[in-house]
């Protein structure tokens, strides 16, 4: 058969969408609930120092729950059965809610920037700095607990959605150091320590802005996975009955993927040899993909002597 190139790099998906979706709402509920709980401890400290510092890092905790929410209804609608209007299903709501978790790290980012910018020029009034020291490193073990379990979490069932909020979660552990680094600050006498932390951690926030938007935006634009492509090839070369696969396109929506493929078959077949050949590719294909992926199969007679009728249309430039 002819390999056939790719050039993406998304994650190995999951095994069933059943057992995926429900592996991934528990991480949701995890995180939801891990963050409530560092936010409410935050929040808790915050009434005792005053710090501006700890309080956007409270706030921003906060909206970091809402976005953990957008995927988690993102992964409750995926279980919806296709219908006549959607008859893909709805897995490419969790590519859209991967997008809008993105749109939320970047807002962050610019967030972060805006306040450490704001802060050379002023003089922070943090009161109880050992107070406030303790909320930063209860914000970093608490989101980075978060970020572990996600992430770990989406690459085994294949989520872009999950693994960009894992990675939001993360970006958000390294803001709560900036609250530590203002604590340290105001300790050493030196206030405007927070001010250049802040700076780093929204380069830090940004560059995840940039891994997470790369991966969901790539599958968006249906960049096919090199490392699935290559299990597909395989599995092909275990069916027998074809002369070779003359076209393989992938399209990613969520965790599921829809695979069209013309395969070229003798010419003399008949209609029922013809079939069968492709239900054991079929076959063999679905056991690559993850439950719930479409595998659609052309069949074209080849002929050593003339080609494939389409040869001309599956010709690609450079």
Same mark, same amino acid.
């Not at 979706?21 to 936010?39: F, N, P, Q, S």
């Not at 401890?41 to 909206?63: E, K, M, W």
């Not at 958000?172 to 001010?195: H, K, N, Q, Y």
């Given at each position: ?78 279980? *919806? ?10 897995? *490419? ?62 690459? *085994? ?34 206030? *405007? ?126």
């Amino acid at each position: 058969m002819t390999a056939l190139e790719g050039d993406t790099h998304l994650e190995a998906l999951g095994t069933t969408i059943d057992l995926s979706t429900a592996d991934g709402v528990r991480a949701l509920k995890v995180g939801v609930a891990g963050l409530a709980i560092t936010t409410v401890l935050q929040a808790a400290l915050l009434l005792l120092s005053g710090s501006v510092a700890l309080l956007a890092d409270t706030l921003h905790n906060g909206v970091d729950v809402a976005g953990t929410a957008i995927v988690w209804l993102a992964f409750i609608v995926t279980k *919806r059965q296709r219908n006549a209007r959607f008859g893909y299903g709805y897995h *490419r709501l969790e590519d859209l809610a991967g997008l809008a978790v993105v749109a939320l790290i970047v807002a962050s980012a610019v967030l972060v920037f805006y306040e450490a910018a704001r802060a050379f020029g002023e003089t922070p009034d943090l009161g109880r700095p050992g107070i406030v020291f303790a909320a930063g490193l209860i914000g970093f073990a608490g989101n980075e607990a978060v970020a572990q379990y996600k992430l770990r979490v989406g690459r *085994r069932i294949g989520s872009s959605a999950l693994i960009a909020d894992g990675r939001h979660s993360r970006a958000d552990g390294f803001t709560s150091l900036g609250v530590v680094a203002a604590a340290i600050g105001i300790m050493v006498g030196e206030p *405007r320590i927070d001010a250049a932390a802040g700076l780093v951690i929204g380069g830090l926030i940004a560059w995840a802005a940039y891994e997470s938007g790369r991966d969901v935006i790539l599958r968006l634009l249906d960049h096919a996975s090199p490392e699935i492509r290559r299990e597909l090839e395989q599995a092909a070369e275990q069916v027998s009955g074809f002369d070779h696969i003359s076209d393989l396109r992938l399209r990613h929506a969520g965790r599921t993927v829809h695979l069209v493929a013309h395969v070229c078959m003798p010419s003399d077949y008949s209609f029922v040899q013809a079939h069968q050949v492709t239900e054991d590719l079929r076959t063999a294909w679905l056991k690559v993909l993850p439950a719930g992926s479409v595998v659609d199969i052309h069949a074209d007679p080849f002929d050593a002597q003339f080609g494939s009728p389409h040869a001309r249309e599956h010709v690609h430039p450079g």
